[in-house]
């Protein structure tokens, strides 16, 4: 007889132990499956650990080229990416065990193993049999997928994803670097700062091509002076593997070129998980791009009381996107009326640095909608926080509609973006004007100053430029 449970959520992610955690809360009988270990890609390996990796990656900046200008002078300096992975190992290692600590605080069973999908909300996993009274909810997240067509697999030696790059003991004397979104900008400003000859490569005319383009470009500069070659607007047409190093051929405009690397990292593109899971059987559609298909205002499958989040059913593949699908789908199925979730208002990051952070429109999405809009700017190079910081790099862009001063599009680059753009998610989600940020009252000196510059200057009232 199959063990009974109110909820049983497939996939132990960002997504899937949030949404056990809220079911929980809401008195659910829940139990989550994880065939491996508790927090998923992001926690074990991805957002977590790349982010270790990311502040060693300023630290060896700041010591190398920055610390002498602050009246700091160092010698003999060292930069050990093993000493770093390893730090970045620990780290994830202390959010998962924090992960299965919330499972045990809020009495959600943790099933190990793969899940197999039955008809009438039955899971199996190995030979044991569990049945949801309420729901399923899938949460098996997504994976990095190799470029089978040009000869380029994975290999975990010379050709190598983010996964494997998290466990290298030392940085290669060079990498190629195939995809230039959040992925590839991060990986290019980590194995930069540990002395990688680092080229990164990508199909669309520009790195980091789904932000803003003023965005993108500052960060092209600002990585173009830290020695990083880039390739954008090119594509890779055939790849020769050997046992020490890489060769690519790029090609772009009728003209060919080479690239030879000691390793390629594959940056570009991810798989969702929905292989043998018994998704047809149990009545779960797939649409053509391969994700779980939902209805947009449950989330709730083709196959009734199976509900699925996170990157598995359909973009963005963030975390917190998924986190917060997780909490709605939780509420859903305990009865509550969630608010719907504002996937347009979902912040994007990129960690490098400077740090690049966005929130809705892009000025050539404004201009492609035939908005009437006005976009105000203030730099950081006239900020006086970025100043005594000497992380001047970067600005705050505000795209507000003219007639209600409704903000349209927010984009930061530069020191502490990731956190800056929260001020801006919170005005969008309660539909705050650009005069209503001016209305608050932000404290001097800070990096938020540049946010009420901004929303002047999209007023024609920018004070300090």
């Not at 209305?439 to 009232?461: C, K, N, Q, W």
């Amino acid at each position: 007889m199959a063990t009974q449970f109110d909820v049983i959520i497939i996939g132990g992610g960002p997504a899937g132990y949030v949404s056990a955690i809220r079911a929980a809360q809401l008195g659910l009988a829940t139990a989550v499956v994880e065939r491996d270990k508790l927090g998923g890609v992001c926690v074990n390996i991805g957002c977590i650990p790349t982010k270790a990796l990311l502040h060693s990656a300023y630290v060896a900046n700041l010591v190398a080229h920055g610390a002498k200008e602050l009246g700091v002078e160092v010698s003999g300096v060292k930069a050990d990416y093993g000493v770093a992975m390893r730090r970045s190992r620990k780290v994830s290692e202390q959010n998962s065990k924090g992960v299965e600590f919330l499972m045990k605080k809020h009495k959600v069973t943790v099933i190990k193993g793969s899940a197999v999908l039955g008809r009438d909300r039955t899971v199996k996993v190995a030979n044991d049999e569990y049945q949801a009274r309420k729901a399923i909810v899938i949460a098996t997240g997504s994976r990095v997928k190799g470029i089978p067509q040009i000869g380029l697999e994975v290999n975990k030696i010379t050709v190598i994803s983010s996964d494997e790059a998290l466990f290298l003991d030392q940085a290669p004397k060079s990498m190629a670097i195939i995809g230039a979104g959040a992925v590839g900008c991060e990986f290019a400003d980590i194995f930069n700062a540990f002395g990688t000859k680092v080229t990164l490569i990508e199909a669309l005319p520009r790195i980091l091509p789904f932000e803003d383009a003023e965005s993108s470009d500052a960060l092209a500069k600002s990585y173009k002076k830290r020695g990083i070659v880039m390739h954008a607007g090119v594509k890779v047409t055939k790849a020769t593997v050997a046992p020490d190093k890489v060769t690519l051929e790029l090609e772009a405009g009728g003209k060919t070129q080479t690239v030879e690397a000691e390793k390629v990292l594959l940056g570009a593109g991810r798989a969702v998980n929905t292989e043998a899971m018994g998704l047809a059987e149990a009545g779960v559609q797939i649409t053509d791009r391969g994700f779980v298909r939902v209805d947009p205002a449950t989330l709730e499958t083709t196959s009734p009381g199976v509900y699925s989040i996170g990157d598995v059913a359909g973009p963005p593949l963030l975390a917190h996107k998924g986190s917060r699908e997780g909490v709605f789908v939780a509420e859903l199925i305990a009865g509550q009326h969630p608010h719907p979730i504002r996937y347009d208002n979902v912040p994007s990051v990129t960690y490098c640095h400077p740090e690049v952070a966005s929130i809705g429109m892009t000025e050539d999405q404004a201009k492609e909608r035939k908005l009437d809009f006005q976009v105000g700017r203030f730099p950081f190079s006239a900020n006086g926080r970025a100043r005594t910081a000497n992380e001047t790099e970067g600005f705050v862009k505000i795209i507000r509609d003219k007639k209600y001063g409704e903000i349209l599009g927010a984009h930061i680059v530069g020191s502490h973006a990731s956190e800056m753009i929260h001020e801006l998610a919170v005005a969008r989600e309660n539909e705050y004007t650009v005069e209503e940020i001016d209305l608050a009252v932000h404290a001097h000196p800070t990096l938020s100053e540049a946010i009420a510059e901004a929303a002047l200057d999209s007023m024609g009232r920018v004070i300090h430029i």
